[in-house]
C-alpha cells in the first residue's frame, strides 16, 4: 500500500512542555510586550514560527556527538570530522569555522568589500547586506522578475536575473566584489534556486572573472526542489546536487543553524589559498583559532553529523511536504499567500488579506497580533515595520509587499501542531473586517522592527 499520510521520520525520545495559555492571558501578554513579538517571552508562545534558525530539533546521535566533542583547543577530533564533512561535501579545500552565519559574512565581506565595491545577488539575506553595507560597500539585489509576485506560479523564483548580471558586470567592472547566490532564497520566500541558472551565473563569473559564493544555509531544501522540479536532476541524489551547485561556486558561507541541524554554528569555504589566508587572519582576531573559530568541540561533532543527516531522503521528503501542507491547507481557505510554498516557511500576504490597512498602519504587524491573540502563535512581520523608511516630510515609505513569515523549525512540530495554526486562521479570516492596524510609538535608529513599541489604533 503506498500512503499518503506523510509521517513525521522520527521519533520523539524527549520532550519539551509547551505551556497553554488563555485568549485573554494573551490580550495581555500582547500588551506587555507593546504589541512586538520580539518582546514576548517564548515562555508564554504556544507554537513559535519565528524563524527556522537554530530552533531546530538535534537527534540521538547528534547529542551523542556532544558527549563525544574534543575540547582541545588546538587540533580538536571533532574539528578534524567537521573540516572533512564540510570539505567532502563542499569539495572546497579550505574551511573557516565560525559561531554563525554573520560572522562568516563579516570576514568574508569585510576582507572583499570596501569602498566603491559592489556585490550582486539574488537577493542578499539582511545580515548579509548589512556587513557588505558596513564594509562601505553597496548590495544590489536582481531576483527574476517572477520572484517578485507573489502570485505566479513558477518552479524557481529564487533565481537570479543573469541577464540584468551582464550588464551590472559591465557596469561597475573592476569593482565587484563578489555575486553571491542565496539557496534558498530566503527574502524572496524560501524560493529555489534552479542548477540552469546556478550554472549560468557561474559561466558568466568564470567569463568576468568575478568571485561566485553561495550563501548555502538552505541548500539541502534547495536541493529537493532541483530534483522534483528540473527534468536533468531527477536521478541525482540530493547530496549529488548540492555538491555539483557547490562545484560551481568559489567559496561558501553557510549559518549551520538552517541545514547544519543545529542551535549553533556556520563557516566559510574556500577554493582559493590566498583569499583563506586573508580571511584566516580576520577569524583569528574576532572568532578564535583556526580549529574552533567560535564554537566548541560538542558544536562541531553535532554540525558534522547534521549536515549528513539533513540530506536523508526520508527527512527532506518530510520537510518540504509538511510545510508545503501547511501553505497548501490555507491557501484552500482563501488566505493570500506567496505561491508556490518554498521551503522552510509559508509567507502571507497581509495587504491581500487585510486590503482596509493601510501600509502605513501596517497590516503585517495587525495579523502578527491576531495570530498570537487568538493561537499564541509567534510570526514576524516582512514589509513595512522591517523595511519601510521615512520620507522626507515624516511619511512612510513603504516596502514592496506586506508579508508574515511563518518558519517553521526543523524535526519540532507535529502535523498536529500545524492543524492547529490552520485552524486558527479560520478565525482570522473570519473575522478579517474587523481588525484594526498599529502605530509605531516607540523606535529605534536601525532594525526597528527587534525592539520597537506599538499601539493599536
Ligand atoms: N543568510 C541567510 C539566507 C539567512 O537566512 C541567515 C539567517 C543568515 C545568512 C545569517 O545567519 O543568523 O546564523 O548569522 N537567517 C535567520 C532567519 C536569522 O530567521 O531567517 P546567522
Avoid at 79 to 85: A, D, I, L, S, V
Avoid at 126 to 152: H, K, L
Avoid at 172 to 189: D, E, I, P, R
Wanted: glycine share 10%; charged share 20%; hydrophobic share 40%.
Amino acid at each position: 500500500m503506498k500512503h499518503r499520510t506523510i509521517i513525521e521520520p522520527f521519533r520523539i525520545k524527549s520532550v519539551e512542555p509547551i505551556g497553554l495559555s488563555t485568549e485573554a492571558e494573551r490580550v495581555q501578554q500582547l500588551k506587555e510586550a507593546h504589541y512586538n513579538p520580539f518582546l514576548l517571552r517564548s515562555s508564554d508562545v504556544i507554537i513559535d514560527l519565528m524563524t527556522d534558525s537554530g530552533t531546530g530539533a538535534m537527534s540521538a546521535h547528534q547529542w551523542a556527538g556532544v558527549m563525544e566533542g574534543d575540547e582541545a583547543y588546538a587540533g580538536s577530533r571533532s574539528w578534524e570530522r567537521m573540516e572533512q564533512t564540510i570539505q567532502a561535501l563542499t569539495g572546497m579545500k579550505h574551511v573557516l569555522p565560525t559561531h554563525q552565519g554573520r560572522a562568516a559574512e563579516r570576514i568574508i565581506y569585510g576582507h572583499l568589500g570596501g569602498q566603491g565595491k559592489v556585490f550582486i545577488s539574488n537577493t542578499l539575506f539582511d545580515t548579509t547586506r548589512a556587513n557588505i553595507e558596513f564594509s562601505g560597500a553597496t548590495g544590489i539585489d536582481i531576483p527574476v522578475a517572477e520572484g517578485q509576485d507573489p502570485a505566479t506560479d513558477h518552479p524557481f523564483k529564487g533565481n537570479m536575473d543573469t541577464q540584468a548580471l551582464r550588464k551590472l558586470l559591465q557596469q561597475h567592472q573592476g569593482h565587484v566584489g563578489a555575486v553571491v547566490l542565496t539557496v534558498t532564497n530566503n527574502s524572496g520566500g524560501g524560493q529555489p534556486v534552479s542548477m540552469a541558472n546556478a550554472e549560468e551565473v557561474s559561466a558568466i563569473c568564470r567569463e568576468t572573472g568575478v568571485l561566485f559564493l553561495l550563501d548555502c544555509c538552505r541548500i539541502a531544501e534547495n536541493s529537493w526542489f532541483v530534483k522534483h522540479r528540473e527534468a536533468a536532476m531527477q536521478d541525482l541524489s540530493y547530496r549529488e546536487i548540492a555538491r555539483r551547485m557547490f562545484a560551481l561556486a568559489d567559496g561558501a558561507v553557510m549559518s549551520a543553524k538552517k541545514d547544519g541541524m543545529v542551535n549553533m554554528g556556520g563557516f566559510l569555504a574556500l577554493r582559493d589559498g590566498k583569499l583563506a589566508e586573508a580571511c584566516t587572519n580576520l577569524l583569528i582576531i574576532t572568532e578564535g583559532f583556526t580549529t574552533y573559530g567560535g564554537l566548541s568541540g560538542r558544536d562541531m561533532e553535532a554540525i558534522a553529523t547534521g549536515l549528513q543527516e539533513v540530506f536523508d531522503p526520508h527527512y527532506l521528503n518530510y520537510r518540504i511536504r509538511s510545510t508545503t501542507f501547511l501553505g497548501e491547507k490555507l491557501k484552500a481557505m482563501g488566505v493570500p499567500l506567496m505561491w508556490p510554498i518554498g521551503g522552510h516557511a509559508v509567507y502571507i500576504d497581509a495587504k491581500a488579506l487585510y486590503p482596509h490597512i493601510p501600509s502605513h498602519q501596517y497590516p503585517g504587524q495587525a495579523l502578527v497580533c491576531e495570530l498570537y491573540r487568538l493561537g499564541g502563535i509567534r510570526t514576524v512581520e516582512i514589509g513595512s515595520v522591517m523595511f519601510g523608511t521615512y520620507a522626507e516630510d515624516g511619511s512612510l515609505r513603504p516596502a514592496r509587499m506586506e508579508l508574515v513569515r511563518l518558519a517553521i523549525p526543523r524535526r519540532v512540530y507535529t502535523q498536529s501542531h500545524i492543524e492547529y495554526v490552520a485552524e486558527t486562521f479560520g478565525e482570522i479570516m473570519r473575522s478579517r473586517d474587523q481588525v484594526r492596524g498599529y502605530k509605531i510609538i516607540k523606535e529605534p535608529k536601525f532594525l526597528r522592527h527587534f525592539t520597537a513599541h506599538f499601539e493599536a489604533l
